[in-house]
């Protein structure tokens, strides 16, 4: 069950508590969770003992939660890998939202391991045959062949709208007996824990039990207690009838190596995290997670939405830092919108699918404006700047961000000239990197 006071009564043979604070004992296993962006500490979860596994964040497609974009949660989740335990992804809402396939989709780009998935389910009234076809189904062919664990579930929740026959009444114990107040007054409360209501939970609890336990790819699950006393396994310190049909439940060792997920290494794109710009360059900061097992990267450029374009190839400890957050200088722009992609290359040639895309604004300059005189082209060579014209004239010289360096004058025929200082120029639509 989800917390660890329930776990006794019920026969639980582990649990967990939206944090890292508690230890597993000889006879449940406990079973750590970094909650939110900023909790619990890594140092407190690496440091739990006798245990397998850990927990991603708690509903990151809740504002209420963790609350968090798929790309963040991603940033966090190297610290994640490094703890060693098998991983289990965020908990979103329900089986089949689009948070979870979301972050498997960036998290299988990136290579990172993620050993199960997991999440919540609260759907009322669901035939569990059904529920676990359904989650076999999931597991399979949407969730990459990976088993999951429902980390919070039950028969509807206070926020769902299905029938119950007792919609109210006064709040119950245990047993069924009306809880009095010291002025002898009732509370009133929704669903209350009466013998019908008792009776459709059991009948339903009693055929999910038996689903979940031979569906093999259902790994875990923790049955959350707190949402409205006819679904409460447990009021106050005391089993209800469907508690007790619970804790009577024998199910199979939770682990299944048919099941088992083992993450294949694969060569993978660098993570990008952001790009920017001044007026001598385009930075693009990446995270590189190949370290020594990629021979290379190939960094693409597109520009104003055209082409995408080769632009370099980059070496590791020669162009960027291994196993470490890095980037990528472009010197060779103009001006407009200009999109960058990266894929890494093995040393056997396989390559990885294209990194996400990181984009900088770089403002006009006036450079795309010169026109070029026809009949005249500009090159560099044995170290002067040639002009071959097919007659004379001038040409104003600029640098890349639109300063006038120079206005060259020249003969007709070839004519040499002397080098400005090293940089990118434009000299009428020619590029000189000198």
């Not at 990459?144 to 006064?170: F, L, Q, S, V």
């Not at 004379?392 to 006038?404: E, I, K, T, V």
Request: charge should be negative; glycine fraction near 6%.
């Amino acid at each position: 069950m989800s917390g660890s006071e329930p776990t006794a009564l019920t026969r639980s043979s582990w649990f967990y508590d939206w944090g890292a604070g508690a230890e597993s004992t000889e006879d449940y296993e406990y079973v750590p969770m970094r909650h939110n962006r900023w909790w619990d500490g890594w140092d407190n979860i690496n440091s739990r003992t006798n245990t397998a596994s850990m927990l991603g964040f708690n509903e990151p497609d809740h504002a209420d939660q963790s609350d968090l974009s798929t790309e963040i949660a991603l940033e966090m989740w190297p610290e994640y890998m490094k703890s060693g335990l098998r991983v289990g992804s965020p908990a979103p809402d329900n089986l089949n939202g689009w948070w979870l396939a979301e972050f498997l989709e960036k998290a299988d780009s990136l290579n990172y391991r993620v050993d199960f998935v997991a999440t919540h389910m609260y759907w009322d009234n669901q035939d569990p045959y059904n529920l676990a076809n359904y989650i076999a189904d999931l597991c399979k062919n949407k969730y990459g062949g990976r088993p999951m664990w429902i980390t919070e579930w039950n028969n509807g929740a206070n926020w769902t709208h299905e029938r119950w026959p007792d919609a109210k009444g006064p709040q119950r114990d245990a047993d069924f007996n009306i809880i009095y107040k010291e002025d002898g007054s009732t509370t009133e409360v929704t669903r209350p824990h009466t013998e019908a209501n008792s009776a459709k939970q059991c009948e339903w609890l009693e055929k999910a039990l038996d689903a979940f336990d031979k569906c093999d790819w259902l790994e875990r699950h923790a049955f959350y207690n707190w949402v409205e006393d006819a679904r409460a396994l447990m009021i106050g310190d005391k089993l209800t009838p469907a508690g007790k049909l619970f804790a009577s439940f024998d199910s199979r060792p939770a682990f299944n190596r048919n099941t088992e997920y083992v993450h294949e290494w694969r060569i993978a794109p660098p993570r990008i995290i952001s790009s920017s710009r001044n007026s001598k360059r385009v930075r693009v900061s990446f995270y590189d997670q190949n370290g020594e097992t990629a021979d290379h990267y190939v960094v693409e450029r597109r520009v104003k939405k055209g082409e995408w374009e080769e632009i370099a190839k980059i070496y590791p400890g020669v162009d960027y830092k291994l196993g470490k957050e890095t980037y990528y200088l472009d010197k060779d722009f103009l001006s407009g919108l200009h999109e960058y992609r990266m894929k890494a290359v093995s040393y056997k040639g396989t390559e990885s699918i294209w990194s996400r895309i990181a984009s900088a604004n770089v403002p006009e300059s006036g450079v795309e404006a010169v026109e070029m005189l026809a009949g005249i082209r500009a090159y560099v060579e044995n170290g002067s700047l040639v002009i071959d014209a097919d007659n004379a004239g001038q040409q104003p010289l600029y640098s890349s961000d639109g300063r006038l360096v120079s206005v060259i004058t020249y003969p007709a025929g070839k004519s040499s000239h002397p080098l400005p200082p090293s940089g990118l120029y434009i000299f009428g639509r020619s590029k000189l990197k000198i």
